[in-house]
């Protein structure tokens, strides 16, 4: 039994069991939940010390002195109707008092907007008035049959995710924990000398594990206590009157409420960002990192190590962001639902190291009796999805959060884990800090480029969303793939043109948003560079709605090198006479079944030159076609599966004119994956699935070798 | 055995056959059929003759003296991308030379277009030349990766149905009939002394059967001689050089180019028609009326009646548009696909009678030896389809077209149509000329309003379309239904407001379509006024992408009223939390199983006050909600079935608020209607079914007989 590499949680008052527990699994560091403590006597042991650190919560004696400090969103009243001139807009009534609390100390009328929302026209301020009391405008010269919003600003008193632990742990009546803004100047002052005593009092802990920062992503609850509305991306809660004067004298120009409220879709990742929302996200990034470096000196000053949970507070600190390298950050631990997320944690440069936390969460709504099978199932499979990722970019180290205690109660899943992060460490001893064999560059070219990676199709955080997972299963198949992932935006393109070195730019996505990209494709330069590039070679694949944006003639703007389009109802007198799949292709070797998750309808091929690969109601799901040198290949959609992996996998290469490149460390068994380590002459197969697989491996078209695999086990070989 | 109302088709040598089919069928009259001509015992026989007139082809030796005064069309090239600065577009490769032939007459430079695709921009016409050798252009400062068109004017030298009867019925080297353009004039001349001598020559002709007048729909054949573009509605073989200054000095402005090629889409009656465009078909249907009406005039002159078939060189004559009215035809013949295509026949104005053209027509791709039971089952369908559209709205008249020697070598087909037709005039005598009881006025709301009535989201005439299929249900649906149904246009209530009688409004199609509406939904006197109207009462149901246009943070922009919206992205970080249905409604009372055809993804509920009818794949298929004091459905689509004809029917009584009223004449079971004739005191009890039917017909609350009827059986009762 190895030792190392992975952090345990733990209690008060729990001091044996965890010693027990660290030895079964290998721990050598130790660290607290959100709610526990940790007993003195494991601070003092050799253990490595995790200690999370709140820098703008868990302070309400403070803060309770500067309620103005609390930090703001602006939020969207629900619509109202006209019937009359007059009109009333209770503005709070869908919004939950416990957490939300109305902004009138800065003047309504200068930050607030109401919005004629049939026309979209701001209604002057000399037509409403506003009742504190009761938390409504009136409106006096309404347009009858309109409909209109108040955007005003709130300022959140209960910080968000500790309220969400609160209410899902049942915490009762325990104190609310209120958040301050750090923009304030009470507050950046409280943050600071708090951050130095406390380094001073806590000479055991060795990581201090912020979690997170600042801001807090967007989560929202309703008037019933439950949520309304959570994007992990979204900066509302970053707001303030300070703030938007800040951003004014540094950009030269004022924001207004509708740049955050966004219609009531708040700037969502899969909306087509905004100038306005670019920049402000740019100068918000400014900000934070500045501070975390104050606060990341002083770690470093007093000998300890800074790490930051990629979660909670994270605005500002985007590890793909421009300003990350200047946070002074050590370390990143982040939650791992699935490949992609360990990849966006694993792939984070300017750090020393990273950190997974897996699933399951230690917490009383997983962890109760009876659900031991489930929890034992839920475990490996977090870890059977995460480990081809973790094959192409380690993670350094794993761990588990929640509570030890309730972990305790079940031994499948003590037992388990034992042997998940005995596997990690021997990942580890495999591979010697070298890296995997990549065959093939492939970008993924949406609005939001580098600065989102590997966090495309997101809503929250590994959360299934029915009109995500068809591209989603895009990144998660590319999480464990032989190839290099890059994220452009079409302003890289646009900047810079395309690097040479790319074999294959996907564009994925539904139409009009941020990841297929929406107008952009109206752009010439757009299209002529991607034109110039495919034809001289390069590879394109669509997936879903790729180039959608209606214009000249053509749904996807990209048609004319794909070799399809998607009709929309517009070209329906022409005939479309393309209706026949070819029968064998190299894309679509071995599959048995496919499986495109939310139809996208009626694609058709629009010539005789397209192949396609896949027919059925009466509409194209797979094709492929010449564009002088180069290829492309449209995929209705690619929700995640090992079949569907492998699709992507035959399709990049096939795109890239790399077919015999593919086979050079390749499993004849799709359930079955290959990672071929070259400086240390290793090779490993895991088998992705619940039952023994037999695979042959191939290197080239001369070697292969026959191999029988139990159910998710991994073998490691000499390469020869 | 009855006799009358009946035509049948005859051929030459065939006088004893006819007179046995038409004693077995009841026909009172005899017509000819595109490429046969009758006998002239036949002619002198007491029957009424029908004779097929052709004013604008069949005269060859008239045309090919003026092959300059063809009718013509703009088309579009291929689109080609450059390579080069210097770019080649073989502009007609794509069509058939047998039916095209470029226009070479009139100055390319003044009439073309070379249109960068890319950008949207024309291609100033210095920096292009010709080469009518080989009907190419040459573009010489392309930019390069872009892509181009050339829209060019071409000579329809081949009639296209001559064209596609000649190619259907494998007429081999029979003369292409070549079309003339009555704009011209030597045309226009030849047509009106043509007609003239012809009436003097066929003293014997009881009916000039017009087919139809001057310009044909669009029906353009690609390069293998196949169909390439088909638009029953297309003004495109209207156009031409002649036609555009005329218009220029009846409107006071200059059409070009691409107000006909539409970006390749020709205006698609799908499209949202420009304002230009309305203008065209203005113009048209001004200069058709005028010129058909000295036709009818020439025609009445001689003692004769004018029909019109609706069909073929149609434009110009649409029977619902403004000048119909002053054309002076006598009658209407069109063909009957189904419920809809026969109320659009049987609903047509200011005509003495309309006929109906039953299937299948007979034609060898039909009637071949072996095929005796599917051309039964489709005379049956289509009677049985077409039937309970009569019911409400009679056609005067029935028949059938094609060569009588191929149906007369199918004796069960005789027998069938035999029983059709005595069925037929069982009704006439039944009625007695009087009409069916409504009870509710529905209107359906789209950019087309009256003029193509009956005649939405059709492509090709009754044509199966699989993205239109699932919202001409309603269509198909509402023909049969003892509901009074109109066509507005969003410019009549833009322009009058809603008619107060209206019970219920129905917008349905595909988001920016012109039947669903598109940017029209921008407009906040359009909003303003729906939401007055449905608020005060009305009945508003939306079927698949009602209202949909993206703006203002909404989908669909009745979404307000309808109570559930689209979610195309924008909107994932909002949390849905109404997800079930209700158990029990009106509206979905009595349904087994749904079909909604093709799915239009992702309606989610707004709020809890909206009942959900039918939730499944995580969205919304049925809703129904309270707008003030009106009621609003939503429907994601309307495949017909008679299923679904009773869906839609609970549903606009439910919508009217008259869930009473629609029990009076009711019937139980679904595949069984009931039509109630006050004026004779009768009613009827249809069964659509292909099996025995058990119903029970209900009057109110009160009266109710339970019947049994046979598979298609009609039954006939008095009215208590």
């Given at each position: 039994m190895s030792k190392g590499r992975v952090t345990l949680p733990s209690e008060k008052n729990y001091f044996k069991e965890t010693m027990r527990i660290a030895e079964k699994w290998g721990a050598d560091a130790i660290r607290d939940s959100d709610g526990t403590k940790l007993d003195d006597e494991l601070k003092k042991s050799?253990?490595?010390?995790?200690?999370?650190?709140?820098?703008?919560?868990?302070?309400?004696?403070?803060?309770?002195?500067?309620?103005?400090?609390?930090p703001e969103m602006y939020l969207m009243s629900e619509r109202v109707m006209a019937t009359n001139e007059e009109v009333e807009i209770a503005f709070m009534r869908e919004y939950y008092p416990e957490q939300l609390k109305v902004d009138y100390l800065h003047n309504p009328k200068e930050y607030w907007e109401?919005?004629?929302?049939?026309?979209?026209?701001?209604?002057?301020?000399?037509?409403?008035?506003?009742?504190?009391?009761?938390?409504?405008?009136?409106?006096?010269?309404?347009?009858?049959?309109?409909?209109?919003?108040?955007?005003?600003?709130?300022?959140?008193i209960w910080d968000p995710v500790e309220m969400y632990n609160h209410l899902t742990n049942d915490w009762g009546d325990k104190e609310h924990e209120i958040p301050f803004d750090v923009l304030q100047p009470h507050s950046y002052q409280f943050v600071l000398e708090t951050m130095a005593n406390w380094l001073k009092e806590n000479p055991d802990v060795d990581v201090v594990r912020f979690t997170t920062f600042f801001y807090q992503f967007s989560l929202v609850f309703n008037q019933y206590g439950k949520e309304k509305f959570v994007d992990w991306f979204g900066y509302g809660a970053s707001v303030s009157p300070l703030m938007l004067e800040k951003f004014k004298e540094a950009k030269g120009y004022a924001l207004r409420a509708e740049d955050f409220i966004d219609e009531g879709y708040y700037n969502s990742s899969f909306r087509i960002p905004t100038q306005n929302y670019l920049d402000y996200i740019d100068f918000v990034q400014q900000f934070v990192t500045k501070t975390v470096r104050k606060l990341t000196d002083m770690v470093h000053s007093s000998g300890k190590e800074a790490m930051m949970f990629l979660g909670d507070q994270w605005l500002g600190t985007e590890p793909y962001g421009n300003y990350f390298k200047e946070t002074g950050l050590d370390a990143v631990v982040g939650s791992v639902g699935d490949g992609t997320t360990l990849r966006m944690i694993s792939d984070i440069p300017h750090v020393k190291y990273t950190e997974g936390r897996f699933l399951p969460y230690f917490f009383p709504d997983t962890f109760f009796a009876g659900n031991e099978e489930n929890i034992v199932n839920e475990a490996r499979?977090?870890?059977?999805?995460?480990?081809?990722?973790?094959?192409?970019?380690?993670?350094?180290?794993?761990?588990?959060?929640?509570?030890?205690?309730?972990?305790?109660?079940?031994?499948?899943?003590?037992?388990?884990?034992?042997?998940?992060?005995?596997?990690?460490?021997?990942?580890h001893k495999e591979i010697k800090g070298s890296r995997a064999k990549t065959k093939l560059n492939v970008a993924l070219l949406n609005h939001w480029g580098a600065l989102r990676s590997w966090q495309a199709f997101t809503v929250a955080h590994a959360l299934y969303c029915k009109e995500a997972y068809s591209y989603y299963g895009v990144l998660e198949a590319l999480s464990g793939m032989d190839v290099e992932v890059s994220f452009i935006s079409f302003e890289d393109v646009l900047t810079d043109g395309i690097d040479q070195t790319i074999d294959v730019i996907i564009n994925a996505g539904a139409m009009n948003t941020a990841f297929s990209g929406g107008e952009i494709w109206k752009n010439e330069r757009l299209i002529s560079c991607l034109n110039e590039w495919i034809y001289n070679g390069g590879g394109f694949i669509g997936v879903g709605e790729p180039s959608g944006c209606e214009h000249q003639g053509r749904t996807f703007q990209m048609a004319h090198a794909l070799g399809v389009d998607k009709e929309v109802g517009y070209s329906l007198s022409t005939d479309k006479y393309f209706k026949t799949a070819e029968k064998t292709h190299f894309i679509t070797e071995g599959m048995m079944?496919?499986?495109?998750?939310?139809?996208?309808?009626?694609?058709?091929?629009?010539?005789?030159?397209?192949?396609?690969?896949?027919?059925?109601?009466?509409?194209?799901?797979?094709?492929?076609?010449?564009?002088?040198?180069?290829?492309?290949?449209?995929?209705?959609?690619?929700?995640?599966?090992?079949?569907n992996a492998r699709l992507l996998m035959r399709s990049l290469y096939f795109a890239a004119r790399k077919e015999k490149e593919m086979l050079e460390g390749y499993s004849t068994n799709i359930f079955c994956e290959v990672s071929v380590f070259p400086e240390v002459k290793r090779y490993c197969v895991i088998n992705n699935s619940a039952t023994t697989q037999e695979t042959t491996v191939t290197f080239g078209e001369q070697e292969s070798e026959r191999l029988t695999l139990n159910a998710y086990e991994i073998v490691w070989r000499d390469l020869l």
């Open positions: 050799p253990f490595k010390i995790y200690n999370a650190y709140f820098p703008t919560r868990a302070h309400n004696d403070f803060i309770t002195q500067h309620m103005e400090e609390c109401v919005i004629d929302r049939t026309t979209g026209s701001v209604v002057s301020t000399e037509e409403w008035s506003l009742d504190s009391e009761k938390n409504s405008i009136t409106i006096y010269k309404a347009k009858k049959w309109h409909e209109y919003t108040v955007s005003f600003l709130a300022y959140i499979m977090n870890w059977v999805q995460a480990r081809r990722a973790i094959l192409r970019s380690p993670i350094e180290r794993m761990g588990y959060g929640g509570y030890l205690t309730l972990a305790d109660k079940f031994p499948a899943f003590i037992e388990t884990v034992a042997e998940i992060t005995e596997e990690f460490r021997q990942i079944k496919f499986d495109f998750g939310e139809v996208v309808n009626s694609v058709y091929s629009l010539s005789e030159n397209t192949e396609i690969l896949e027919f059925s109601n009466d509409e194209v799901h797979i094709s492929a076609n010449e564009f002088g040198n180069g290829r492309t290949i449209y995929l209705a959609g690619l929700p995640f599966s090992f079949e």
